[in-house]
């Protein structure tokens, strides 16, 4: 069996495939990108499928150099399958730009200006509440104002958490 030139084929293909997805081999997608039984990776990125074309392709060459036939075959039609696939995936890369998990930094910054916003008006609606608070005779509305400030203390804590996020993400994006 003439498996070095095949291997070196195979090697090659899948070199040229790892060129072509570089630019998007880190982007993820919203939901699975292939069927289960065609790559096992859970992952949505391309790379990660990548790695399992590789690793598929050392298999390869090892059921070759055993002359294990069954498994070879086997495999050798799950790569064809798997580069296909992929090849697909990457020229069609560019109609999916809104299938990814990955804000811009231009969203990023707008949801963060609009949480920063929201955190204002919250603080504002606390300081207003707490004059009132001490401003006020009855029992009743003293009961009821300190439940508002409680609530808005947990929105409060809600949006600096969410601030938080969005600012270790953006963060994370710029590195």
Not at 9 to 14: P, Y
């Amino acid at each position: 069996m003439k498996s070095h030139p095949l291997t070196e084929t195979l090697d090659a293909r899948i070199a040229e495939l790892a060129v072509l997805i570089a630019p998007m081999s880190a982007h993820r997608a919203l939901s699975a990108r292939f069927d289960r039984q065609l790559f096992t990776t859970r992952s949505t990125l391309l790379g990660d499928c990548l790695r399992e074309i590789e690793d598929n392709g050392q298999r390869l060459k090892e059921a070759i150099a055993r002359n294990n036939v069954e498994q070879t075959t086997w495999l050798a039609e799950h790569l064809v399958a798997q580069i296909a696939a992929l090849t697909r995936e990457a020229a069609t890369g560019e109609l999916r730009c809104f299938d990814t998990t990955r804000p811009s930094l231009v969203k990023l910054n707008e949801k963060l200006l609009q949480h920063q916003d929201y955190e204002r008006r919250l603080l504002s609606m606390k300081h207003t509440r707490t004059a009132q608070l001490a401003r006020s005779d009855t029992l009743a509305e003293q009961q009821r104002l300190i439940r508002e400030l409680e609530a808005l203390d947990g929105r409060i804590d809600r949006c600096r958490d969410a601030l938080e996020k969005i600012t270790r993400v953006a963060e994370r994006r710029t590195r």
